[in-house]
């Protein structure tokens, strides 16, 4: 039991030293995300997508035309997940799974240009 314990209270104090500005930063250092979002019917949707951070926006390309330009125009509700790698000793003994980011917002579509 002593162990669990510890290793709560170690998780507890990492979790609450996390701010919005760790986490804006390692999506800054990213460029790549699962972009979630539904379409007109309401069926579930997601996809892979290359996106800059600029500030505290994220701008994320498609294709115009695709259907995910036209499902996001419809009611800009979008969620995403940023995969983060992570490092340490354990990293050079084998992969490990990254961690992962992930929010929801409001997604506006403006053309090209």
């Known amino acids: 039991m002593?162990?669990?314990?510890t290793a709560l209270k170690d998780r507890?104090?990492?979790?609450?030293?996390l701010t919005s500005d760790t986490i804006w930063n390692q999506i800054s250092k990213a460029s790549f995300a699962v972009l979630s979002y539904a379409t007109p019917d309401g069926d579930p949707r997601s996809s892979g997508v290359v996106y800059k951070a600029l500030g505290r926006k994220l701008f994320?390309?498609?294709?115009?035309?695709?259907?995910?330009?036209?499902?996001?125009?419809?009611s800009g509700r979008v969620?995403?997940?940023?995969?983060v790698r992570r490092g340490g000793l354990l990293s050079l003994v084998g992969p490990i799974p990254p961690a992962m980011i992930s929010f929801h917002g409001s997604a506006?579509?403006?053309?090209?240009?």
């Open 60 to 74: 994320v390309a498609v294709a115009p035309d695709g259907w995910k330009a036209r499902h996001i125009a419809v």
């Open 2 to 5: 002593t162990t669990v314990t």
């Open 79 to 83: 969620a995403m997940t940023v995969p």
């Open 12 to 17: 507890e104090t990492a979790v609450s030293r």
């Open 108 to 113: 506006v579509w403006h053309a090209a240009g």
